[in-house]
Nanobody
């Protein structure tokens, strides 16, 4: 099982960024993919998740209305679209997977990607 997060970078406040999570080694269609982040000096927190049945669940209030998640099962890839980014969104963003259902707790996920750094700064 492998998850590869990519697409991070430096973006100005108010800008947008899309990060991707490419998966391999398991039956992608049946698995939920969650996005988490860990800012400097902070604990890892859940942002949102897309289930095996394509249901989206938000775990971070500040992400509502700004972040969206989608999946392309043909490409075994999940995307996190982030709009109107704020300096507080600066963090390493991780994707993780578990079978079918979503969870906001990192301990419930079986496999993790290596993370991609998003820096929001002018």
């Amino acid at each position: 099982v492998q998850l590869q997060a990519s697409g991070g970078g430096l973006v100005q406040p108010g800008g947008s960024l899309r990060v991707s999570c490419a998966a391999s080694g398991f039956t992608f269609d049946y698995y939920a993919i969650g996005w988490f982040r860990q800012g400097p000096g902070k604990e890892r927190e859940g942002i949102l998740c897309i289930s095996g049945s394509d249901e989206t669940t938000y775990y971070l209030d500040s992400a509502k209305g700004r972040f969206t998640i989608s999946r392309d099962n043909a490409k075994n890839t999940v995307y996190l679209q982030m709009n109107n980014l704020e300096p507080e969104d600066t963090a390493v963003y991780y994707c993780a997977t578990q079978f079918w259902v979503c969870s906001g707790s990192p301990i419930n996920y079986d496999y993790w990607g290596q993370g991609t750094l998003v820096t929001v700064s002018s």
